[in-house]
């Protein structure tokens, strides 16, 4: 067996193998709820083939959404929607299959446009809400400049991610992912290009490090039962921004912290930084980081082969493998998948006649 479909413990979580399927934003919720479009997508994710899926990144205060469409677990109404929207999508999923959840804070990055809309920050007409970063510097040209976070700032969103962990918990996630990375709050917390603060807050890394951390702390503490990880970033990718280096020792902090394990990404702190995107970009990150800390890691970015995440794996660069766009490209990539590696894979009795050997079709998927 490869070993791509071979299971793994991710702290009190088994995944009965290493495909992840990555959160990917759908902008399709109303007000933080799940909606019409959730009660189709997720179920399709469900019989992927994937052993993990988490979900998409979801906000832990209104406030804290990227967009108006961005889903959220700060209300009632949210949890009480999503609730049977998992109900129906683990009942319909590949048996063994797990579930995540993102929760993050879009910060100094939220009060935009959906992708489709322009991308851009919202005009008042549009609703527009005010934003929070960790010091007065917008995004971008043309974006506000952020109100600065202050003490009580900090302890009000801790507490919002402990809220809605604890949300996630009810609904019955085996999996919280605490969102790091990709220029929203905590990542700006981190990185020097963003945050310019000289108080407890701000300065060396200790002190960038430090509202992450917290926050990790209070998750963690809140729901012992559950897996904890973390997407942090592997490169700011420019100059004076975060390091490999500042990842390696981000994922060593949230370790101690009995973290479960990380997803290692990157860029997203501006959109002028020009990132060279190509096949497994971000591995060599996700490779030190699991090296030099030993914390189960996740590669992610631009991995579309099977035969590619099985070679990082065979090489030791990672523990599991994370795919996005590949799975929307593709909902069944673990089946084929499996099929290429000579794997077997479970699937949905409704679909066993699309299994090989009773489907030649199979074949025909083959290099």
Not at 75 to 88: K, Q
Not at 91 to 107: D, I, M, N
Not at 292 to 318: F, H
């Amino acid at each position: 067996m490869s070993i791509l479909f071979s299971p793994l413990a991710v702290g009190p979580v088994t995944v009965p193998n290493r495909i992840v399927v990555s959160p990917m934003c759908q902008y399709s919720a109303e007000d933080g709820c799940a909606g019409d479009w959730h009660r189709t997508y997720l179920p399709m994710l469900g019989m992927s083939g994937a052993g993990l899926v988490i979900l998409e990144a979801t906000a832990v205060e209104r406030r804290g959404r990227i967009t108006h469409g961005c889903l959220g677990l700060y209300s009632d109404a949210a949890e009480r929607a999503l609730a049977p929207v998992m109900a129906a999508a683990r009942a319909y999923a590949v048996p063994g299959t797990k579930w995540g959840v993102q929760l993050g804070h879009s910060g100094r990055k939220g009060s935009s446009q959906r992708p489709w809309e322009g991308g851009r920050a919202l005009s008042q007409a549009e609703d527009a809400w005010p934003t929070f970063g960790p010091s007065a510097l917008p995004f971008d040209d043309g974006w506000p400049v952020p109100g600065l976070l202050e003490a009580a700032d900090f302890e009000r969103i801790e507490r919002a991610f402990v809220a809605a962990a604890l949300r996630a918990r009810r609904i019955g996630f085996d999996l919280i992912e605490l969102h790091m990375a990709h220029g929203y709050l905590m990542h700006a917390m981190l990185s020097p290009l963003a945050n310019r603060r000289d108080d407890a807050f701000g300065g060396d890394f200790d002190r960038r490090a430090a509202f992450p951390t917290a926050v990790a702390r209070a998750v963690r503490a809140a729901v012992p039962d559950l897996a904890v990880g973390a997407r942090i970033t592997g490169t700011d990718w420019a100059e004076g921004g975060l390091t490999p280096e500042d990842a390696v020792e981000m994922a060593a902090r949230l370790k101690a912290e009995g973290l479960d394990y990380v997803c290692v990404s990157s860029g997203g702190i501006t959109p002028k930084i020009r990132i060279p995107v190509g096949p497994n970009y971000q591995v060599p990150f996700a490779a030190r980081v699991k090296a030099e800390t030993g914390i189960i890691t996740q590669a992610v970015g631009m991995i579309v082969d099977p035969e590619e995440a099985e070679a990082v794996l065979q090489r030791g660069e990672a523990d599991q493998i994370a795919l996005a766009r590949a799975i929307l490209d593709d909902p069944r990539w673990g089946w084929h998948a499996a099929e290429r590696l000579g794997s077997e894979i479970e699937r949905p009795a409704q679909f066993a006649r699309v299994a090989p050997p009773v489907w030649p079709g199979s074949r025909m998927r083959r290099p």
